[in-house]
C-alpha cells in the first residue's frame, strides 16, 4: 500500500486546512500522526474503514475532523482553529487491522509526509 499526503501549507493562526491521504491499494484504518520540530512523532486522528469509528487526541479534538470516501481510497483531515503549536509535519499511515489505534507502531504503511505551518 502506497500512500500520498498533501495538502499542507502556511497558515495564519485561526484558519484552516484539510489534508488528504491517497491510498494506492485497499486499506482499512487509517491515521494521522505529526512531529514537530524535535519532538517524537504523535498520534492525531484515525478512522475505521467504514468511516464509523473516529478516535482524536485530545489536543485537536473539537478542531479537526477525520473522514474518508472509500470510492476515491482517500482520507481527509479537516482541520480548523489552527494554532502555532499544531505545526509539524503530518503523516497519513494505514493499517491493515480493523481496529483504529493511536500507536504509531501499530500501523504498516506510512505516507512521506505534508508540512503544516502555523503562524501566530
Known amino acids: 500500500v502506497q500512500l500520498q499526503a498533501s495538502g499542507g501549507g502556511l497558515v495564519q493562526a485561526g484558519d484552516s486546512l484539510r489534508l488528504s491521504c491517497a491510498a494506492a491499494g485497499r486499506t482499512f484504518t487509517v491515521g494521522w500522526f505529526r512531529q514537530a520540530s524535535g519532538k517524537e512523532r504523535e498520534f492525531v486522528a484515525t478512522?475505521?474503514?467504514?468511516?464509523?469509528?473516529?478516535y482524536y487526541a485530545d489536543s485537536v479534538k473539537g478542531r479537526f475532523t477525520i473522514s474518508r470516501d472509500n470510492a476515491k481510497n482517500t482520507v481527509y483531515l479537516q482541520m480548523k482553529s489552527l494554532k502555532p503549536e499544531d505545526t509539524a509535519v503530518y503523516y497519513c499511515?494505514?493499517?491493515?487491522?480493523?481496529?483504529?489505534?493511536?500507536?504509531?507502531?501499530?500501523?504498516?504503511?506510512w505516507g512521506q509526509g505534508t508540512l503544516v505551518t502555523v503562524s501566530s
Open positions: 499511515a494505514a493499517r491493515r487491522a480493523a481496529i483504529p489505534t493511536g500507536v504509531p507502531n501499530d500501523y504498516e504503511y
Open positions: 478512522v475505521s474503514w467504514s468511516g464509523g469509528t473516529t
